[in-house]
């Protein structure tokens, strides 16, 4: 069981980035819920956003609303997200994260809730 994230670049401010998190020796759909969290230097491991498998339904923390889509690619067990109009404030690790249990899509955003990660990609926002 692996996941492994990669699309993580230097980038200016507004622009974009697709980051990749390719999965193996499991589908994505054998777990309830995958997701993207991030972690800056010195602050808490937050939820970015994230996806249920039975019912696709998407989860987006507020700051990100509106620039990030989570998305998935069954046929090639990989789950994404684009990231667009980027801030410096975006500047982490991102990591992506599955878990197997119906209590994580009730807290879809909480990291804790999410069993199996990645060893995450970095992206960085600045001119």
């Known amino acids: 069981v692996a996941l492994v994230e990669s699309g993580g670049d230097l980038v200016q401010p507004g622009g974009s980035l697709r980051l990749s998190c390719a999965a193996s020796?499991?589908?994505?759909?054998?777990?309830?819920?995958v997701a993207w969290f991030r972690q800056a230097p010195g602050k808490e491991r937050e939820g970015v956003s994230s996806s249920t498998s039975n019912n696709g339904a998407t989860y987006y923390t507020d700051s990100v609303k509106g620039r990030f889509t989570i998305s998935r690619d069954n046929a090639k067990n990989t789950l994404y997200l684009q990231m667009n109009s980027l801030k410096p404030e975006d500047t982490a690790v991102y990591y992506c994260?599955?878990?197997?249990?119906?209590?994580?899509?009730?807290?879809?955003?909480?990291?804790?809730?999410?069993?199996?990660w990645g060893q995450g990609t970095q992206v960085t926002v600045s001119s």
């Open positions: 994260a599955a878990a197997k249990t119906v209590m994580a899509t009730m807290y879809p955003l909480d990291p804790t809730s999410y069993t199996d």
């Open positions: 020796g499991f589908t994505l759909d054998d777990f309830t819920i």
